[in-house]
């Protein structure tokens, strides 16, 4: 047996792992432009147009539309942010081999999900920012510090939900169609909870289907902050909605990759 | 096709324990979950300091045995031991080195980056420097992964592999898309990890590379260990797997000196199949091509028969004939 058998293995540096892992996680994300233009660049497209062109310095019954659809957006970017970062980004490292050589070493497999999460996070707090800083610059939106900041930790928790999203959207789609089949989750999730216009907006049938939505109920959250929600609902009822939401696809998910372990 | 006397060899030494095994497979059966029996009782042994190649057609199970020592994959019976423990146990991980046929790794990271976020993962990890320079990536340290050719990204790969310095190194295909230059100093690399008393196993498609680099050939098909041996054992076995009447039973000896003559000659096989040491005759066109035991009186009595005999060519059988045999059905 070689001499190195002898050196007793020093302790590995989990935290240390983990910190590396995030931060080039992020760098990479950023960096991969498909991902993060069109993940920032979407929401602030359609708050631009629809929130500060289209509604410019508007109130109604109380609401100013330009804070009113801040909140839809800023759900709307976050939940982008986590779907495509983790479901797409998953997906591909999946079918590429990459997490199996992640695996073969000694790396501590969460630290490869932490930081895809946290990544995310970090995603999804820039997003909000930038939404909040245009609100506030050209649409006069009045937005307090302690709003802000509750909006920043509201975006933190709710990325945890799709980022299990996520997860369960890599472990079940082949990588070639995960941007696809994400998208066609995204877009009418959003649409149909009414991230984009106000769900009274929407034509009845539609309106009852909300209630169903993860993406729902983290707007709810997301505009109780400002005391727009609907108020015919508890907000305990729709953290219970994301709680059971985020169980069931943790479930799928370990359900999806024992069966790929199986298979493997 | 039943193990030979090369494998039992090998066995005895083992248990003479004249060096304790870096790794072992014992009577390994995969099944996967679709019914397909991907190992089927398979055992192998890897000692200290050794090169070890995994050569096997498509599907033979090379990589379901690699991936088992790898702790990727469990096995349906079978034990696998790597440095004495279970090769999922991160302390096992921390001694073991992987290379991977990876078809993508993120590509907006820099090569610098890779190999910083992999050393990391070691707490006495390779020298940044030296492991630029074993894997020969001087120059190409700031580009993106994305960027870089077939043979660089492969060199990537073979540099995480090392970034652990570590006892066992598993490398799947590690030349597959390098240039003659960048795999003979890929080789060299191996050889030199070898001397240090590091143990590597490889599965690779070129056979001129297992002929080059390993001290032992492990030759797998439908899940089974065909032979093994030294290069030279494997080669001489496959001529007789291909020659049945060079020996009788005895792999090895007849065999050891068998030759591949080819040449024009006017003599007509019958004559040929009466000159002593011919196992068997081709002839394909002009060419005639002898397989003989004995090359030497082969060829004195054809050169005193046939005045006119040219074109002459004496060659060994070569690994890829040894492997074509040895796995034809």
Redesign the interface.
Known sequence: ?????I?L?????TL??LL??IR?EF??AL??RAFSLSVIGFPVMFYTLFGLVMNHDAVSHGIIIGKYMLGGYAVFGLVGASLFGIGVGLA??L????L??K??????PLAYLLAKCVSAMAFGVLIVSILCLLGVLFDHVPLTFAEYGKMIALTVVGAIPFACMGLVLALLVPANSAPGIANMIYLPMSFLSGLWIPIFMLPKALRSIAPLLPTYHLWQLMLSIFNYQDTSASTLGHWFGLAVFTVVMLAVASFAFRRRE??? | MPPTAVETQSNQTFTAGATAPIATLEHITKRYSNGVVALDDLSLTLRPGEIIALLGPNGAGKSTAVKLMMGLSSATSGSVRVFGADPRNTATRLRTGVMLQVGRAPEMLRVREHITIFRGYYPSPMPYAQLIQAAGLEGIEERFFGQLSGGQKQRVLFALALAGDPDLLFLDEPTVGLDIESRRTMWAQIRSLAARGKTVLLTTHYLEEADALAHRIIVINKGRVICEGTPAEVKSLGATAANPTATNGVAGTASRSLKIIRCATVLPPSTLNGIPGVTSIEVAGTLTTITSTQPEATLREMLALDPTLHSLQVNSPALEDAFLSLTRD
């Open positions: 047996m070689s001499t190195t058998a050196v293995p020093a302790r590995t540096n240390g792992i590396t892992e080039f760098l990479r960096r991969t591909n490292e079918s590429a081999g990459w199996e050589l695996r073969a070493s000694p790396m501590p199986q298979a493997s």
